[in-house]
């Protein structure tokens, strides 16, 4: 305990005595701070004397050596003179080799190398003194040492130890480069050497050399100034080995390093190639290649092999393919320098495949009694062709397409979007009872596609009760028709109402209405105009209900409620003769109160006249004053809510006209 007390105390500070006697508080920290300076830095501290005794004020680094202070100090807590600095460094000089030791300095400087002194210029000087000294440094680590002191006035001082890189003084070879690796780089094919950089500071660049296994003769292939190089070996399969050898700025080349194998790779064609239709697409798989970085995958077609993808894996799914179109591929292993093996066989039944047709898709169900009635679509431009369709039945999920389809019988209408529907009804459902359904479409070749979604239905079960009788039926005889109106029936399973008409049969004690269905209408008509020439005849109508099951009130019971009603006579009291040359058809405009007129002319005519019955005055009146040349003509005042009947005659070049035709119109009122 007493001695971490002490510890802590310290590294707070040390009170030491000065040369004066005094007492002066240093903080421990500042002067003991361990400074760790990178070769070939150096190190550098600063004395407050000249004889570099006691602890340095300052520690730091310093790449080169070239201070000027002047008179100033140069650090802090050291004077302006009597202060000394120390530069050291210990470094590997590789081969070593002749060197100049350069100094000027104002005052005085001493260098060492490994201890030894080899520069001595220690005087007090007012002007910079220069020297230099040649010598030879031995390979491997030397420590060099500077010492300068500045006794009084400027301080400068400058050092730089350089090797002599002229031929006729350096004879000193590089060491050889150790540490060299050679691999195989898979992904270029390249031969890759690295190595360690050498120490030489002389050094000019490495010269890589390769040869070929069993053999002594080297290729030179590459000189650099970095530490790796990376090439392609001239053959694949082969084995070759790679040395360096480095050389300085003299010209001085080292031996080689040791030589390092690199095994190159000749790519083979990839085994085992195979292809299977899938509904994405139609997927490839295949072996492995040693050496490989990619796979060329080509479709073959009458004109040749088209390269269709390059992949890095070992499978491959065309998507491309259109469905239904069958393939046969081939593959090629690629090397990292972009050489190709052989394909795989060109005629290979294993590589070849059909992508199946789509999945049925839009399907729905709608339940029937003890029936389910299925629909779904295709499009026959993009989901292939189809031969027929497997529809399966479950009562439990998942449905089981394993299992034999039931039989359903199928039809198809193209829709205006160009897709195809299909409906089919499986009438050996049950009634009452809930299916899970899924359809497969197949081709000719039976390859069925993935299943479609499923859907779920439940069957109804079988309704014999009829809806009941229609009530509230009224009938009103107007001008352009019968007009009926009739009670909602209130039946939640309603389907339609049936319009009935017909004559009334009498034996003289009763009388029948003879009818048929002239119309249908949904479950929310309750309204129906009969239009029909008002001529006076006396008809009959009633309505039948019928629910969703076919159930029919009528049909069921034989009852109805019938309403009688005499139409109206809108008949012109002017009969039109036979023996008319003309042909006149009537028909509604498509504006309110129009009527349009055709009619098949006259050769031997000049003209023509309307005329439209006036059940006021009782007469055909002309609708033009002067004869028409066209053989059409549009009565635009014509009123709606009416009958209207029209004559056209052929009027001749003397005056007279022709018998004329007849036709009539209904206009009904406008709603």
Known sequence: MPRRRLRAAAALSVVSA????LLTTVSATAASAAVSCTSPSFTRQFFANTTFSGTP?????????????????????????????????????????????????RDGIRVYVDGVRKVDVWKNVSTTQTKTVNLTIPSGKHTLRVDFVNWTGSANVKFAYTPRTSATVDKVKPLAPTGVKAVLDNATAQAKVSWPANKEMDLAGYRVYRRLAGTSTYTHVKTTTATAYAGLPPEAGRTYYYEVRAY???????TGSADQPVTTIAVTTPADLAARGLDAGIALT??????????????????????VRTTTATSFTDTTVARSETWMYRVAAVDGAGRASACTAEYNPAAEARRPVAAPHDVTATPGISEAVLQWKINPDTDGDYYGF?????????????????????????????????????????????????IKGHDDRLVKSLPSPTVTVTTLEADQTPPAAVTGLTAEATE??????????????????????????????ERVCSASAIEYFGPGDTA??????????????????????????????????????????????????????????????????????????????TGYLVHRWNPATQAYEKLTAEPVTEQS?????????????????????????????????????VQ
Not at 248 to 254: F, H, L, P
Not at 418 to 438: E, I, L, N, P
Not at 638 to 651: I, K, S
Request: net charge negative; charged share 25%; glycine share 10%.
């Open 18 to 21: 000065t040369a004066g006697g």
């Open 57 to 105: 004020k300052k520690t730091d680094c310093d790449s080169v050596i070239d201070q000027d202070w002047g008179t100033g100090s140069p650090a802090t807590g050291v004077p302006t003179d009597n202060f000394g600095v120390r530069w050291s460094l210990t470094r590997d000089f590789g081969s070593g080799g002749p060197f100049a030791l350069t100094a000027a300095t």
């Open 248 to 254: 300085d700025k003299a010209g001085n080349t080292s």
């Open 286 to 307: 295949w072996k492995p290649v040693p050496g490989a970085v990619r796979y060329n995958v080509l479709r073959d077609n009458p004109y040749g092999d088209d390269l």
């Open 390 to 438: 497997h529809v399966y039945r479950s009562s439990t999920l998942p449905v089981d397409t394993s299992a034999e389809p039931v039989r359903c019988g199928t039809t198809s209408k193209r829709l205006t979007d160009g897709r195809v529907q299909y409906t089919c009804t499986d009438s050996w459902a049950g009634s009452g009872a809930k299916y899970h359904y899924v």
């Open 480 to 509: 352009y028709g019968i007009v009926l109106d009739w009670d909602s029936n209130t039946e939640p399973d309603l389907a339609r109402y049936e319009v009935y008409s017909g004559e009334l049969l009498s034996d003289g004690e």
């Open 528 to 605: 129906y105009t009969h239009e029909r020439l008002p001529d006076g005849e006396e008809k009959c109508f009633f309505i039948d209900a019928v629910d969703t099951s076919g159930n029919s009130s009528f049909k069921w019971t034989r009852n109805a409620n019938v309403v009688v009603v005499t139409e109206k006579d809108m008949t012109p009291s002017v009969e039109t003769p036979d023996g008319s040359p003309l042909s006149l058809t009537a028909y509604p405009g498509d504006a309110p109160g129009s009527v349009e007129l055709i009619w098949d002319g006259d050769g031997d005519a």
């Open 633 to 669: 003509y549009t009565d635009s005042a014509a009123p709606t809510g009416t009958t209207h009947f029209y004559r056209v005659t052929a009027v001749y070049a003397d005056g007279t006209e022709s018998a004329p035709d007849a036709d009539w119109v209904i206009l009904p009122p």
